[in-house]
């Protein structure tokens, strides 16, 4: 995989819910508590750390950005707080993933790409996942017409790539802070405002 853009969207949730959520999430699979401030950043890339930044509410949402994707952490969390949560993942600017999560279960996926990462060739699922639930996504939907905005932006016939059909979601869905990584955030004056959260396999 190349470099990749990923942040994770929960609607309706509180900042000190989500970095609790996350806490509690990575806690039952076996991390422990580390000081995110004592972080190496080769151990970052290696895995040995997860560590997630959380911004404050926004709009309605609260974002945060893990230093590596992991989907059922995601829907545990999802769960743990009883809301609709929305991960976002760009790929090289072409192809842009979703999963859709509510009250801990996966309510949508979307691929842009139905062969990426899929040395296997193009599965069932695969097929299902190119085209966009926009039912299964109003629970975060701002608007009524909204459905159809989504629904002519990431089905139609001729799309865009996957940098515009990030774009577009996001601002249909008005997600302020979707193109924030964990690493970027790590260098930008931004983190000031984040709730900065790590920790280390026992």
């Not at 790929?91 to 979703?98: P, T």
């Not at 955030?185 to 280390?200: G, I, M, N, P, T």
Request: charged share 25%; glycine share 8%.
């Amino acid at each position: 995989m190349g470099e990749s853009v990923e942040s994770v969207h929960l609607k309706g949730a509180a900042q000190k819910g989500v970095v609790s959520g996350i806490e509690h999430a990575l806690r039952a699979r076996g991390w422990t508590d580390a000081n995110p401030a004592n972080l190496d950043p080769e151990d970052l890339v290696a895995g040995v750390y997860r560590a997630f930044y959380v911004a404050p509410e926004q709009d309605g949402w609260v974002s945060f950005f893990p230093n590596r994707w992991d989907s059922d952490v995601v829907a545990e969390i999802s769960r743990l707080l009883s809301c609709p949560v929305l991960m976002l993942t760009l790929v090289e600017e072409g192809a842009f993933l979703y999963h859709f999560f509510q009250k801990g279960a996966l309510a949508d996926t979307y691929k842009s790409d139905v062969g990426y990462l899929d040395l296997d060739g193009v599965t069932e699922q695969d097929q299902l996942a190119a085209r966009a639930d926009t039912q299964a996504l109003s629970p975060v939907l701002p608007a009524p017409e909204a459905a159809g905005e989504i629904d002519g932006l990431l089905n139609a016939a001729e799309r865009p790539p996957g940098a515009q059909l990030a774009e577009g979601l996001a601002r249909i869905l008005r997600i302020a802070r979707w193109r924030e990584t964990y690493t970027t955030l790590a260098v930008s004056d931004a983190r000031r405002e984040c709730a900065h959260v790590a920790f280390r396999k026992r």
